[in-house]
C-alpha cells in the first residue's frame, strides 16, 4: 500500500495519507486533481470497484470533506481520495462519468449538503426529501431537535426533574452551593 | 403447479392455536418493573435514554433522604424501542423489562406510568431482561486503586502515606462517575462533586479548583482527611466500589500550583465594602468563614490561639494524614487575600470578646472542640494517664511527650486511632517495636473510626481490641500497671439513652505503663465573658443556639464549627459559608 | 406475457422503436406512451418504493426509481447520539437483516478507538452466529419471495413460517424478534441460552427439507423456469460499472463475497465456498441464493460446533455516559444477504460520531442498476427484477 501511494505522490499533489488498516488508506489530494486521481486509480491501479461517495461537514473549518471510496477486487485494498472543498458555494467536478452509479451519490451530496456537481445528470432532482424547503437537511447546523420540535407537537404533560436539583429544593434550599450548578438550573 | 405444491396438504398445521397466550422467551424485552425500594433515583436511565422515554417524577411514600433523591423513572411507550441500555446501566439493578408484551389500553395517557408503582400485571411475571452476565458493564465498578506505602515504610515515620492519583488514575476513576448529582445533598458543604469531577475528565483542572473553592477554600486538606459522606451514598456503592470523591479532589488541588491560584480563582483585586468582621479561632470554621467574607469585601482578622493557623486540622490530625504544608498551601492562599491572623492571642485573657464588638461590625467564633473528656475511673488522676487531644498538639507542637513500652488507648473514634498510629510510630523510632493496644466500648462492627483507619493500625502493628468497658486503672507502687476491662453489651438502653450494659464475669486487663482517653472532647466556652453570656441562648444537648444562619442570640455574634455542629472538617467549612452569607445579610440590612 | 406463451408476436411495426425513445424526450401527448407508478406499497418483498414507469403497450420505455417514504434521517440522528446509543437507531437503517447494523456500527466504534483487538473470543462467534441467522431468515423470505412476484405464493408461506422459528431462536438469544439490539460496542448483550443449539438444530433440518421442496416448487418450476430465464441479464462486464456486489455479481459469476475478499470476525476458520453461476439472469440470482441458503444453514451449524461453550460476552470499556474516541475515520464492511454492506464512520474527539454514512448495495442495485435494466422489459416482470436485485429501500434513504 505505501508504495503504491509513494508511486502516486510523484505525480499527484497527496498532502496526506493515513493508513487505517492494512487494507484501507485515506489519501488527501487538492480539490483539482481528485477526479484525475480516482480516474487513475480506476484505468491503471485496478481500483475498479466504486463502493461509496460521502461527505463530512467540518463546520468549524468552513470546509466539506468529500471521499471517493475505491476498492481493488483482486489485491482486496481499499483507497479512499479525500478532497476538502469550500462549504460556501460548494462546487466540485462531477465523475459521473466514471461509473454509472456516481450520479445518484452526486444527486444525494446536492440535495442533503448542498454541494453542487454541473453537469451530472438529475442533479438538481429531489432524491429522498421531496419538497423540503429547510437548509439541506444533512449538514452540522441543521438541527433535527429544533426542527421537530418546531414541526410536530409533542403530547403534553411530560416533565422531568433532576436528581441533584430536586434535592437540593427538598432538602437544602437555602444553602450556598457552588455556581456551576447555579447556571445548569437557570 | 408441481405436486410438491400438495405436500403439505395433510400435514399437521404449524399455526400457533392460543396466540394470545403465547409466553415470550425468558429473556424477552417487554415492559418495564422497577423494584421501587432498590431505585434510589439517581436519573442514569434517563441520561441513557436514546429517545427521550424516560423522566424523573416525585412518587407518593417516596421519601427525598440522603442517598435517594426521592424520584422514580416514569417511562413514555410512546417513545420507548425497547433497546434495555436503561437496565444495562441501572446502577442499583432495580430496573428490568419483564417477558409480557400484550398490552391494550383504549387511554393514551395510561402508557405513561412509574414502573414498580403504577399497578400493573405483569409485575409477577419474573422473566425478562435484566442485565446481561458475566461481566458485563458499562462503567468500571472497581476504583482505581490509590498508591499507599507499605506498612513497613510507613510505620517508623511521620511521612505521608497515602501518595495520591496520577493523570492516568485520576481520570480513570472520574470517567467512572455517572454525574448523578445524589452526593451533593450528602456533602455538609453541598460542593459540586458531578462538576469537578466532570472538569478531571475534561482535564480542566482550573475550572476544577474554581468549583472547588465555589463551596470549599480548603481543599488540600479536605481532598485528604475529609470524611467522605458523599462516597456512603455515592450511587456507584450499590454494585460496586463507591467514586474516590475525597481523592478526585485532592488531585485537582494537588495539580493546581499555589501561585497561580489568585489568577484561577480571579481574586486579584477585591473590592472592600470597608466593614470588618473579628473571626475567633483559625480552624475550618474561622478559614471559610474569613474566605467567603474577604470575597464579599469585607476586612477580616482572626484570633489564634496558639502560635500557628488550622486548630484541629494541624493539632489535631497526625502529619502522616495530614501534611503540615498541604495545611499551610490552603491557609496561606486565605491570608494572601488580606486576611490579617493574630498569633497567641486568647479571647478573654489578651482581648475580651465586647473589645471585639466595639472594634468590628461582627464577630465569627469557630473555636472547636479543644477540651478532652475523661473516663473519671479510678487511677485516671496519675500523671500517665493522658488526653488524646494534648498528646496530638504536643507532638505537632515537637514537644517531646512521654513514650514507655506499653501504651493503652481507650477509645474507639477517628481521634483514637489518630493517637494510637502516633504513638506507635514513636515506639517504632525509639524501641524499634510497636506495643499499642486501643480499646472501645463498641464492638468492632460498631467501631465509630473509618474502617480504613483500624485496618492500617493493625498494618502497623497496633492492636485493635474493641468491646471492653475501662473499669481501673491498675496503679502499684505510684506506677501504671495495666488497666481492668469487662465485656460490653451494650451502649444504649431502650429509649436510645447512653447507658452501657457489661458482663462483669468476662474481665480483661490490658498490661500499660501509660494510658490515653480518646473518648471524645467538649468545648470551652470560657472566652464569652458575662455580659455576653447572659443574652446567649442555649439549645439543647448543652449546646449554643443558633438560627439558620449560625446567628446566636446576641446578634453580632455568629458561631459555627464543631461547637454547633459535626464534629468534623467540613461541617465547619459548611458552617463558616453559611454563616459568612448571614454575616453579610446581617450587616448589609443593618 | 400471455403473447409469449401463445406464442403471438403483435405487430409492433406501428408502434415507435423501443430504442429510440430513451431519454427524455418521451412525448406523453402523443398518447403513445403511458405513464404508470408502480408502489410506494410494498411491491412483493422488498419496502416501501416507487418506480415510475413509461410503457409502450406493455413494455418499459424508461424507469425512474423514487425513495424517500421510509426517511427519517438515521444517519443525522445517529450524529445527535453517543456511541453507545448508536445501535438501536441504526437497525432500522435495514430492517431485512438489522444485526449487519449492529455489527457495522459496533465495529467503527471498536475501530476508531481502538478496542476492536479487546472483543472476547465468544463475543466473536456470537456475532457470527446472529449475522448469519440474520442472513438465514432473510433468504428464508428473499428465496421463495422471488417465486413471489412470479405469482407463486406457496413457497412464501413455507419460508414464512420457518423465518418465524428462526426469529423464535433469535427471540431466546437477543430478546427480540425482528430488531435484535444484540451487538454493542465492546460485545454482545448476552451468551446462548440454554438448550439453544437443540432447538436450533430442530429447526435446521426442517429448513434442510424445505430447501429441497423449494427447489422442487420453484426451480422445476416450468412456469418459473420460463419467466426467470434470461430476465434482466446482468454481465460481467456491468459489474464494476454499476458497482454490483453480493449474489448479483455472483449470479453472473464474478465471485465477490467479504467474507472470503476481507474476513472478517472468525470468517476464515470455516468452511465455504460462496456460490455462483454464469448466466446472470434473475434464475440465476435466485440460484445462486438457494445455494447460499443451504451454505448458510452449513455455516451456522459449524458455527455452533466450532463456539466456545462459554467466555466474556464484552469487554471492559470506560464509561459509556462520557466515552469519547479520537478523531478519525474508518470504513468497514460485511457480506449481507445483499452483498457489500459497509459503513464510512468519521469521529472527531467529542462523544458522539461526527458522521455515519451507510453504503447499502441497494443504492446502486435499485436506482443506476434498475432503472436501466427496466427498459424493455414487460410491465409483469417489474416486481420480479426489483426483487431479484434485493432491493431494501431503507438502506436508500437511511
Known amino acids: 500500500m505505501k508504495e503504491l501511494i509513494n508511486k502516486l505522490s510523484k505525480d499527484f499533489n497527496i498532502t496526506d495519507a493515513v493508513y487505517q488498516r492494512p487494507s484501507l488508506t485515506f489519501v488527501t489530494v487538492p480539490k483539482g486533481v481528485a477526479i484525475s486521481l480516482v480516474t487513475d486509480l480506476r484505468d491503471y491501479e485496478g481500483y475498479s470497484h466504486f463502493v461509496m461517495m460521502s461527505c463530512v461537514d467540518w463546520i468549524e473549518e468552513g470546509k466539506f470533506q468529500l471521499l471517493y471510496l475505491l476498492h481493488n477486487p483482486e489485491t482486496k485494498t481499499d483507497i479512499g481520495v479525500k478532497t476538502f472543498i469550500d462549504r460556501e458555494n460548494a462546487e466540485m467536478a462531477s465523475a459521473h462519468h466514471l461509473w454509472k452509479q456516481v450520479w445518484t451519490y452526486q444527486r444525494e451530496l446536492k440535495e442533503a449538503f448542498g454541494i453542487d456537481f454541473p453537469g451530472s445528470p438529475r442533479v438538481d432532482e429531489d432524491f429522498v426529501v421531496e419538497g423540503w424547503v429547510e437548509m439541506p437537511h444533512m449538514r452540522r447546523d441543521f438541527d433535527t431537535k429544533e426542527y421537530s420540535e418546531n414541526t410536530y407537537f409533542p403530547r403534553p404533560g411530560r416533565e422531568t426533574n433532576d436528581p441533584a436539583t430536586y434535592m437540593r429544593k427538598k432538602l437544602y434550599p437555602n444553602e450556598p452551593i457552588t455556581a456551576k450548578k447555579q447556571d445548569n438550573d437557570k | ?590 | 406475457m400471455i403473447n409469449k406463451f401463445l406464442g403471438f408476436e403483435p405487430d409492433k411495426e406501428k408502434l415507435p422503436s423501443l430504442t429510440a425513445k430513451i431519454g427524455d424526450d418521451i412525448d406523453l401527448s402523443s398518447h403513445k406512451y403511458q405513464k404508470i407508478w408502480l408502489g410506494p406499497n410494498h411491491p412483493g418483498v422488498t419496502g416501501n418504493m416507487s418506480v415510475e414507469l413509461w410503457v409502450q403497450g406493455n413494455t418499459v420505455v424508461k424507469a425512474k426509481t423514487h425513495v424517500g417514504y421510509l426517511h427519517r434521517g438515521f444517519e443525522k440522528l445517529i450524529e445527535r447520539r453517543l456511541f453507545v446509543q448508536g445501535f438501536p437507531t441504526s437497525i432500522r437503517m435495514c430492517v431485512a437483516e438489522p444485526d449487519t447494523n449492529e455489527y457495522l456500527i459496533a465495529t467503527c466504534t471498536e475501530q476508531l478507538s481502538g478496542y476492536d483487538k479487546a472483543v472476547p473470543e465468544m463475543a466473536k462467534w456470537l456475532r457470527m452466529l446472529s449475522l448469519e441467522m440474520a442472513r438465514l431468515q432473510g433468504l428464508l423470505r428473499g428465496v421463495p419471495g422471488q417465486g413471489g412476484t412470479f405469482a407463486l405464493g406457496l413457497g412464501v408461506q413455507w419460508g414464512v413460517y420457518l423465518r418465524d422459528l428462526i426469529l423464535d431462536r433469535f427471540e431466546e438469544l437477543t430478546g427480540a424478534r425482528v430488531y435484535h439490539m444484540y451487538i454493542i460496542p465492546g460485545g454482545v448483550r448476552g451468551l446462548l441460552p440454554d438448550g439453544f443449539k437443540e432447538r436450533m438444530e430442530d429447526n435446521l433440518r426442517d429448513i434442510d427439507d424445505f430447501i429441497i421442496r423449494i427447489r422442487r416448487l420453484m426451480f422445476h418450476n416450468s412456469v418459473f423456469k420460463k419467466r426467470a430465464k434470461g430476465l434482466a441479464i446482468v454481465t460481467p462486464e456491468m459489474v464494476d460499472k454499476y458497482g454490483i456486489v453480493g449474489t448479483t455479481a455472483r449470479g453472473c459469476g464474478v465471485k465477490r463475497d467479504v467474507r472470503k475478499d476481507d474476513p472478517y470476525l472468525h470468517y476464515e476458520q470455516l468452511d465455504f465456498d460462496p456460490p455462483t453461476d454464469t448466466d446472470g439472469d434473475v434464475y440465476a440470482r435466485t440460484w445462486v441464493r438457494w445455494q447460499e441458503l443451504i451454505q448458510t444453514v452449513d455455516l451456522i451449524r459449524q458455527i455452533m460446533a466450532k463456539m466456545p461453550d462459554k467466555g466474556d460476552i464484552k469487554t471492559p470499556m470506560p464509561n459509556v455516559l462520557h466515552w469519547k474516541i479520537p478523531k478519525g475515520e474508518t470504513y468497514v464492511r460485511l457480506e449481507s444477504g445483499r452483498g457489500e454492506y459497509g459503513m464510512y464512520y468519521v469521529t472527531d474527539g467529542s462523544d458522539k460520531p461526527r458522521r455515519v454514512n451507510l453504503r447499502g448495495p441497494s443504492y446502486t442495485h435499485a436506482i443506476a442498476l434498475l432503472e436501466d435494466l427496466l427498459v424493455g422489459a414487460d410491465v409483469a416482470d417489474v416486481h420480479g427484477i426489483m426483487v431479484s436485485l434485493q432491493t431494501c429501500p431503507p438502506e436508500i434513504e437511511r
Open chain 2, 1 to 590: 403447479m408441481p405436486f410438491t405444491a400438495w405436500s403439505k396438504v395433510v400435514k399437521e398445521p404449524v399455526t400457533i392455536k392460543d396466540p394470545l397466550n403465547r409466553e415470550a422467551a425468558p429473556r424477552y424485552r417487554g415492559f418495564h418493573d422497577n423494584d421501587v425500594d432498590e431505585c434510589i433515583g439517581c436519573g442514569t436511565c434517563e441520561a441513557i435514554c436514546e429517545n427521550e422515554a424516560i423522566d424523573l417524577v416525585p412518587v407518593d411514600g417516596i421519601e427525598t433522604k440522603d442517598g435517594d433523591s426521592g424520584l422514580r423513572p416514569k417511562i413514555d411507550y410512546g417513545r420507548c424501542c425497547w433497546c434495555a441500555l436503561c437496565v444495562d446501566i441501572c446502577t442499583t439493578n432495580s430496573l428490568r423489562l419483564t417477558n409480557e408484551y400484550k398490552w391494550i389500553d383504549t387511554d393514551p395517557d395510561n402508557f405513561r406510568f412509574v414502573p414498580g408503582v403504577d399497578k400493573k400485571d405483569w409485575y409477577d411475571k419474573k422473566d425478562g431482561w435484566r442485565k446481561p452476565e458475566p461481566n458485563y458493564e458499562f462503567y468500571g465498578l472497581k476504583r482505581v486503586e490509590m498508591g499507599e506505602l507499605h506498612p513497613e515504610e510507613r510505620d517508623d515515620s511521620f511521612i505521608e502515606m497515602i501518595q495520591g492519583y496520577s493523570k492516568e488514575q485520576a481520570e480513570a476513576e472520574a470517567d467512572r462517575c455517572v454525574e448523578c448529582g445524589i452526593c451533593t445533598a450528602t456533602c455538609p458543604a453541598h460542593m459540586g462533586i458531578p462538576e469537578y469531577i466532570k472538569a478531571i475528565r475534561n482535564d480542566d483542572l482550573e475550572e476544577g479548583l474554581r468549583i472547588l473553592y465555589d463551596t470549599n477554600p480548603l481543599p488540600e486538606i479536605c481532598g485528604r482527611i475529609c470524611t467522605h459522606k458523599c462516597e456512603t451514598v455515592c450511587t456507584m456503592g450499590h454494585k460496586g466500589d463507591p467514586i474516590s470523591i475525597r481523592w478526585l479532589k485532592r488531585y485537582i488541588a494537588d495539580q493546581n500550583p499555589s501561585e497561580k491560584y489568585k489568577k484561577i480563582l480571579e481574586t486579584d483585586k477585591l473590592t472592600k465594602n470597608g466593614k470588618k468582621v473579628a473571626i475567633i479561632g483559625s480552624g475550618p470554621a474561622g478559614l471559610s468563614a474569613a474566605y467567603y467574607l474577604s470575597l464579599l469585601g469585607y476586612d477580616i482578622e482572626i484570633f489564634e490561639k496558639l502560635a500557628e493557623a488550622g486548630g484541629m486540622m494541624r493539632f489535631g490530625i497526625p502529619e502522616y494524614r495530614l501534611p503540615y504544608d498541604q495545611i499551610d498551601k490552603d491557609v496561606n492562599y486565605i491570608l494572601s487575600l488580606g486576611v490579617k491572623i493574630h498569633y497567641n492571642t486568647t479571647i478573654g485573657k489578651d482581648i475580651t470578646l465586647e473589645k471585639l464588638n466595639e472594634d468590628f461590625d461582627a464577630v465569627f467564633a469557630g473555636t472547636g472542640l479543644h477540651l478532652g473528656r475523661s473516663t473519671r475511673i479510678e487511677g485516671t488522676e496519675h500523671k500517665h494517664v493522658y488526653q488524646s487531644i494534648e498528646l496530638l498538639r504536643k507532638i505537632t507542637e515537637g514537644e517531646e511527650i512521654h513514650v514507655p513500652e506499653k501504651i493503652v488507648v481507650i477509645g474507639g473514634g477517628n481521634v483514637a486511632m489518630d493517637i494510637t498510629r502516633s504513638l506507635a510510630r514513636l515506639q517504632k523510632i525509639k524501641y524499634g517495636k510497636v506495643q499499642v493496644t486501643a480499646t472501645s466500648l463498641e464492638t468492632e462492627e460498631k467501631m465509630p473510626a473509618d474502617r480504613e483507619e483500624v485496618v492500617e493500625a493493625r498494618e502497623e502493628g497496633c492492636v485493635v481490641n474493641p468491646g471492653w468497658s475501662p473499669q481501673r486503672i491498675e496503679i502499684v507502687d505510684g506506677k501504671i500497671k495495666g488497666l481492668h476491662v469487662v465485656q460490653c453489651l451494650s451502649l444504649f438502653d431502650e429509649t436510645g439513652n447512653f447507658n452501657p450494659q457489661c458482663n462483669m464475669k468476662n474481665e480483661n486487663f490490658f498490661e500499660a505503663d501509660m494510658v490515653v482517653e480518646s473518648i471524645g472532647q467538649g468545648m470551652d466556652l470560657s472566652y464569652i465573658s458575662e455580659p455576653t453570656k447572659e443574652h446567649l441562648e442555649m439549645g439543647p444537648r448543652g449546646r449554643i443556639k443558633v438560627n439558620d444562619y449560625f446567628q446566636t442570640s446576641v446578634g453580632w455574634l455568629f458561631m459555627g464549627g464543631d461547637t454547633i455542629q459535626g464534629p468534623d472538617v467540613i461541617h465547619g467549612i459548611a458552617n463558616g459559608h453559611k454563616a459568612a452569607v448571614g454575616i453579610d445579610n446581617f450587616l448589609t440590612k443593618k
